[in-house]
């Protein structure tokens, strides 16, 4: 039950996306969610723990990049 009410928010916010999209005439693109939280989008590295939970930051180890981890994960 839990899930499927998770699942039916991201089905409207999609729908919704896409209305929006469609009346402006832009198009809304897919990304797969896996990873998202975990790769640097400054070099590349893919590391779970760059990303810190409790305070909600993410530290890659590589290059030094920093970032909140929702920031990261959208972006
Ligand atoms: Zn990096």
């Not at 991201?10 to 198009?27: D, G, T």
Request: proline letters at 3%; charged letters at 25%; glycine letters at 2%.
């Amino acid at each position: 039950m839990r899930n499927s009410h998770r699942s039916w928010s991201f089905f409207q916010l999609e729908s919704f996306l896409m209305y929006k999209a469609q009346a402006i005439q832009s198009a809304v693109v897919k990304v797969s969610p896996a990873f998202t939280s975990q790769r640097c989008p400054k070099c590349g590295l893919v590391e779970k723990t760059n990303r810190h939970h409790d305070t909600h930051k993410y530290w890659c180890k590589q290059c030094q990049y920093r970032c909140n981890d929702d920031r990261l994960g959208a972006m």
